[in-house]
């Protein structure tokens, strides 16, 4: 057997490039012929991946292919037509309504990747999506043998040492409320930033709000909630813009997270509520997409965004110690379950019975 997992991109610290390298070691470990192909790649990953180009002069038609699709490439065409035992993971689109006002490139974008995922429907000898939000989307366009196998990463990887020095640049009196996740319309930090900015106003000043993940995707976006921070007069000190950090800088913000709060709009797994779920950071998160569904129980959600209500709820996570260790408690059974669905050998089991 030879799996080869298709991108169209590997970035560094990417979830579904992560879930792809660890489904690839895996099936290493089973002593399985595995690659990952990709059209482009960061420098520093340039040793986990083999080009596209490359692979299109060398194409392996005994191997079981497979494309990870979130976003529209010339994978597509290559998979209607390529022969062979094709697999598709799908990891959900943004709806292009969120990028309107901050990038029109971006509104096509998601728009031609609705158009390519449609093209594909008839492509592949099993769907997996990894969740069943996103595999509801894949049933109504009409894809056939859908199944749902969650976003799985190497949680021992998050036993990593922390980067001690950034832990101690916020360590301090102060709470810290965190957010993972692009910097992107459909996630609202906006509406972060307003929870924030009552919860210094009106129930205590020692709180800080620190969002990790990369600023440069849509600048617009960013300087428009750099902008709304500044109106609320909001310092450097109360939100804190990490950009695209280090992994070891990742598990400090972790490690300094006292809550997690999530507004988002859309998600198609979230990849950061089981990560927090691992460090026992117990969440706050809006009812969207499949929040509810990765959750699974281990938070509090919330269905309508009333920024006095919500700090109410971080206020509630953050002083009501009984409250705080009943929800750990849910995120080590939440965690547990995770490991066993996502074992990658049932992932295996599903490919090998195509």
Same mark, same amino acid.
């Given at each position: 057997? /030879?799996v ?5 991109t ?13 489904? +690839?070691r895996?099936?290493e ?16 990953m ?9 692979y299109k002069?060398? /194409? ?7 494309? #990870?699709?979130?976003v ?19 990891h959900n689109?943004?709806?292009? +309504?969120?990028?309107?006002?901050? @990038? ?11 158009? +390519? =995922? &449609? ?13 069943? *939000? ?15 196998f969650?976003?799985a990463?190497?949680? !021992?990887d *998050?036993?990593?040492?922390?980067s ?24 609202? /930090? ?5 929870v924030?900015?009552f919860?210094?106003? +009106?129930?205590?000043?020692s /709180? ?12 617009? *976006? ?10 609320f ?5 109360d939100?804190v813009?990490?950009? #695209? ?6 598990? @400090? ?13 859309h998600?198609?797994?979230? =990849? ?12 706050? !998160? ?7 569904e ?12 009333? @920024?006095? !209500?919500?700090a109410g709820?971080? &206020?509630g ?7 705080r ?10 965690? &547990?379950?995770?490991?066993?669905d996502?074992?990658p050998g049932?992932?295996l089991?599903l490919?090998?019975?195509?």
């Amino acid at each position: 057997m /030879i799996v080869e997992q298709f991108l169209p991109t590997l970035h560094y610290g990417d979830a579904v490039g992560n879930s792809a390298l660890s489904f +690839h070691r895996f099936l290493e470990t089973k002593g399985i012929e595995s690659r990952i192909v990709s059209i482009t790649c960061d420098e520093c990953m340039k040793d986990n991946t083999f080009p596209f180009a490359a692979y299109k002069e060398t /194409i392996n038609p005994n191997s079981l292919k497979i494309l #990870h699709f979130a976003v529209p490439s010339e994978l597509t065409d290559f998979f209607l037509t390529v022969p062979g035992k094709k697999a598709l993971i799908y990891h959900n689109i943004t709806p292009s +309504h969120f990028f309107v006002d901050y @990038s029109d490139h971006l509104v096509q974008l998601t728009q031609e990747g609705r158009i +390519h =995922l &449609e093209r594909l429907k008839n492509s592949f000898d099993i769907s997996i999506a990894d969740s069943n *939000y996103n595999a509801e989307e894949l049933r109504n366009l009409d894809f056939k043998n859908v199944n749902v196998f969650p976003l799985a990463i190497n949680l !021992a990887d *998050y036993d990593a040492p922390h980067s001690l020095a950034y832990y101690n640049l916020m360590k301090d009196e102060r709470k810290n409320i965190i957010f993972v996740g692009r910097i992107s319309p459909n996630k609202k /930090i906006e509406d972060l930033i307003r929870v924030l900015y009552f919860y210094k106003k +009106h129930l205590s000043p020692s /709180i800080r709000l620190i969002v990790a993940g990369n600023t440069k995707t849509l600048p617009n *976006y960013f300087y428009a909630v750099k902008d709304l921070a500044l109106r609320f007069r909001l310092a450097p000190e109360d939100i804190v813009f990490t950009g #695209h950090i280090p992994f070891e800088e990742l598990l @400090s913000v972790y490690r300094l997270g006292d809550v997690f709060l999530s507004m988002s709009e859309h998600e198609g797994f979230c =990849l950061p509520l089981i990560e927090s779920s691992y460090f026992r950071v117990p969440i706050v !998160a809006f009812d969207a997409g499949a929040v509810s569904e990765t959750l699974d129980g281990s938070g509090m959600l919330f269905k309508e965004k009333k @920024s006095d !209500a919500v700090a109410g709820l971080v &206020e509630g996570v953050l002083e009501d110690v009984p409250l705080r260790e009943k929800l750990k408690s849910l995120q080590a059974g939440r965690i &547990e379950k995770y490991r066993k669905d996502s074992d990658p050998g049932k992932l295996l089991a599903l490919l090998k019975d195509m």
